[in-house]
């Protein structure tokens, strides 16, 4: 299904295997059939957590379809859990669904966020965090590229609980390879997988306003 299951050794004790294969069931299946909008609204959660101000950016799914990560304007992340409005029914076409910020942090208040990436993909995270994974994100935030790994664990029973602490763990800093003062990275991209040394590192690659492609 994923290389998060792959990976594992299917006799190690103590893992939800019917939990983590009922949910990867269950993703699968959400890509099939007819579409179904929601929607959001999120303007009562950003004055209550005080980052109306920043401008909503990007977006991009974490942990399935139980989380989003929103890239901001200044800089700004921001982690959000998902839950489907015990009032809506079932049937309807368009329904609601309550967003609440769970995590936000500011990386750099001069940039806005060019790019917003996240490894492994959202199909597989959930299946990753409850084998005790982490998930990985970076952005590309004016001359720098910021990388982060989810330190948080687990809940069986909620699996995005596990994005709720994240700890920084490197900053591309591209200003001094840039030509001009003024450039800054639109582009970054991490591999979902770690290097094979042992040592944990991962690879990133970024494209710079210079349109140089980059491996780090």
């Known amino acids: ?14 893992l939800p295997w019917r939990r983590i294969c009922a949910r990867q069931e269950r993703l699968e299946d ?6 179904v909008s929601f929607r959001l609204d999120l303007q009562s959660e950003l004055r209550g957590q005080k980052i109306a101000d920043l401008e909503v950016i990007m977006v991009d799914f974490l942990a399935g379809d139980d989380a ?6 200044r800089g700004g992340i921001s982690i959000w859990e998902l839950k489907k409005s015990p009032q809506v029914a079932e049937s309807s076409c368009s329904s609601r669904l309550e967003a609440k910020v769970i995590g936000f942090f500011q990386a750099c208040r001069k940039h806005d966020v060019q790019d917003l990436t996240v490894t492994p993909s959202a199909a597989s995270q959930p299946a990753a965090l409850l084998l005790g994974q982490s998930i990985w994100m970076a952005a590309a935030i004016g001359p720098t590229a910021y990388i982060w ?18 700890a920084i763990r490197g900053r591309l800093c591209h200003a001094g ?19 094979g040394d042992g040592s944990g590192a991962r690879c990133a690659a970024t494209v710079g306003e210079d349109g140089v492609l980059r491996a780090w």
């Open 68 to 73: 989003l990560v929103l890239g901001h304007s």
């Open 1 to 14: 299904c994923t290389r998060a299951i792959r990976d594992e050794n299917p006799k190690q004790p103590g």
């Open 149 to 166: 790994e989810s330190s948080g664990r687990a809940d069986p029973s909620r699996p995005v609980s596990a994005l709720e602490s994240w």
């Open 177 to 195: 390879l840039f030509p001009m003062s003024h450039h800054a990275v639109w582009t970054v991209r991490l591999c979902d997988m770690s290097c």
């Open 30 to 35: 959400s890509w099939r059939g007819v579409p």
